[in-house]
């Protein structure tokens, strides 16, 4: 493959960004310095590195996204932006598709790879894996919602297995609620659906949690990050090749 293409693969940046860096002089390959983007390398075979720092080459990528409201968890769609138009070229080339959905309206944490199996772990029902949720509510929730949650709520369609709702804050003046919801399944709407069964609305929902993956305080509304080594070795518990 083209160096360059290797290099933004390595996560290095955009092919123009990694231009400037091999113009800089800064990368070798089997240690002599190569300033060409088109230079051929074999990724098995050659020890290419930036700085002194040799580059793995790497089939799976992972991002985490703080969605913004207004964008669609997909990867293509005729009429709204997606979560792959904020991400970065390595990860259209690479293939990435986001682990499950949120709603066009819900704002948080959303993992993005090309690693399927990983998605398929971390989805499967069997899993069992923690989704945490911050949601503002329309109404005043209550204690007998925290235990109709406990319960596993009803729906038309299905029956919810039991959930965590924390009441954070009740504003009787103003009738609204904050809470935090954590669900083990994603069924479509299911956050939104199981506080409209106890007669309440989200009018925000943010996803604070999936597994053990947190959202980023520093990650702003828009952003996304690589994950970190600590954060792929919380991963490994799922069994897959990452
Ligand atoms: N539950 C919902 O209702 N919406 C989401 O986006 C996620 C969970």
């Known amino acids: 493959m083209r160096l360059?293409?290797?290099?933004?693969?390595?996560?290095?940046?955009?092919?123009s960004?990694?231009?400037?860096?091999?113009?800089?002089?800064?990368?070798?390959?089997?240690?002599?310095v190569e300033t060409s983007p088109k230079r051929q390398i074999d990724e098995n075979a050659d020890q290419i590195a930036v700085s002194g720092q040799v580059l793995q080459h790497e089939n799976f990528v992972y991002y985490l996204l703080n969605k913004p409201k207004g964008v669609i968890s997909a990867t293509q769609d005729d009429r709204h932006r997606t979560v792959l138009d904020l991400l970065d070229e390595t990860a259209r080339l690479k293939e990435v598709f986001p682990v499950g959905r949120l709603d066009i309206d819900t704002h948080g944490l959303l993992l993005l790879t090309n690693n399927g199996p990983l998605a398929h772990a971390l989805l499967s029902p069997k899993k069992h894996v923690d989704k945490l949720y911050q949601a503002k509510v329309a109404g005043i929730m209550t204690d007998q919602d925290v235990e109709k949650f406990h319960q596993g709520i009803e729906l038309k369609d299905f029956n919810c297995q039991p959930a965590d709702l924390e009441l954070v804050e009740v504003d009787e003046k103003?009738?609204?609620?904050?809470?935090?919801?954590t669900i083990r399944e994603g069924k479509f709407h299911?956050?939104?659906r199981m506080v409209a069964a106890c007669g309440k609305e989200v009018t925000d929902l943010q996803r604070l949690r999936m597994g053990p993956l947190v959202l980023d305080e520093n990650l702003k509304i828009g952003k996304f990050r690589r994950l970190t080594q600590e954060e792929l070795m919380?991963?490994?518990a799922f069994g897959v090749e990452l």
């Open 4 to 15: 360059d293409k290797f290099l933004v693969d390595c996560g290095l940046g955009s092919r």
């Open 17 to 32: 960004e990694v231009k400037k860096i091999l113009k800089s002089k800064q990368v070798t390959v089997n240690g002599q």
């Open 174 to 181: 103003e009738n609204s609620s904050l809470v935090r919801i």
């Open 190 to 192: 299911q956050v939104k």
């Open 234 to 236: 919380s991963l490994e």
